[in-house]
């Protein structure tokens, strides 16, 4: 397959990571990144001016989350990404994996939520469209275990074992369509487990334990496909450059190693982030209740000491 249509050379050197890591940039990632902080810092500085907080450590999160994405599609990793599984492997990973889920525990949502001005009585403005698509029936459906899982493993299986990958790699907007098929999928799978930003589905701590675990089985069983596979199984990445020096088959099984190695990070990261949360809420409902207590007087308390003074006058 030729890959001059994308502004890519066929006598690409041998792959190291200081080539790979070199500045060549796809303007539509660039251009969305460079938007993604820009609107960002535009919500924490409103919020910081008006004296409200923001953490910092949701900052963080979501600025390295949007680099991800630029270090995969804005470096010649995304050269390499044409004409080698293993770097391609690497660039779906971390665009479908790593940077939904911190970009997710940067609360870009809440955020946009609370920056945002409300439009007045009668009127609708960007908070308010948000808002609408929060509570519409269609993100009920995509953010529905239902529909997220099922299409978490279809962009493997049906993405890479059928013709479709091959049609979609033989054109820039293809790829560019891929890539952001792979980002948006990662996004609506983590966004419901994650319960960092509100949404339609909010399942408690186990079930989004078990949502997160019912995927990644099939991540690992893809990842051990390709690494077990005798011959090439994706027409795209059958014939490499000779310049590049690499043996196809070799590439495909470091990319089944990096498929199954990946099923296995963002679940840890995922199950911290559940940890701290699940933490951080139950010491949340144990002040409301001390709260309480000091409100009421602890009737509770009074109560039952109400009935055991009873008991004993019964007894005695």
């Not at 500045?23 to 409103?46: K, Q």
């Not at 804005?74 to 690497?90: A, E, I, K, P, Q």
């Not at 990842?223 to 310049?243: R, W």
Request: hydrophobic residues 50%; proline residues 6%.
């Amino acid at each position: 397959m030729d890959h001059s249509g994308h502004g890519m050379m066929m006598d690409l050197p041998p792959f190291t990571l200081g080539r790979g890591l070199e500045w060549s940039t796809d303007p539509f990632f660039l251009v969305a990144c460079l938007l993604g902080l820009g609107l960002y810092g535009w919500g924490v500085v409103r919020l910081r001016r008006r004296g409200d907080a923001w953490s910092a450590g949701r900052t963080v999160s979501y600025v390295v989350g949007v680099l991800t994405v630029a270090l995969v599609m804005c470096t010649r990793l995304n050269d390499y990404g044409m004409v080698m599984f293993s770097v391609h492997m690497v660039q779906h990973m971390v665009i479908s994996m790593l940077s939904p889920i911190l970009i997710l525990l940067g609360a870009p949502v809440t955020l946009a939520l609370r920056a945002l001005p409300t439009a007045g009585r009668d009127r609708k403005g960007p908070r308010e469209l948000l808002l609408g698509l929060l509570h519409s029936r269609y993100m009920r459906i995509v953010t529905h275990p239902a529909f997220t899982i099922p299409m978490f493993i279809a962009s493997l299986y049906v993405l890479y074992f059928t013709p479709l990958f091959d049609f979609l790699m033989g054109s820039k907007a293809g790829h560019i369509a891929m890539m952001v098929h792979f980002f948006a999928v990662g996004m609506v799978f983590f966004w419901p487990i994650m319960g960092v930003d509100p949404g339609p589905h909010r399942p408690g701590y186990v079930m989004r334990m078990l949502e997160l675990f019912a995927g990644m089985p099939f991540h690992a069983f893809f990842g051990i496909a390709l690494m077990m596979a005798t011959s090439p199984m994706v027409g795209t990445f059958e014939h490499p450059p000779a310049s590049l020096g690499i043996d196809a088959l070799s590439d495909q099984n470091a990319a089944g190693g990096i498929a199954w190695a990946f099923s296995e990070i963002p679940s840890v990261l995922v199950l911290i982030a559940l940890l701290f949360q699940w933490y951080g809420s139950e010491q949340r409902q144990a002040r409301r209740k001390d709260r309480a207590a000091d409100r009421d007087g602890d009737k509770e308390l009074e109560a039952y000491n109400a009935y055991l003074a009873s008991l004993n006058a019964r007894e005695s």
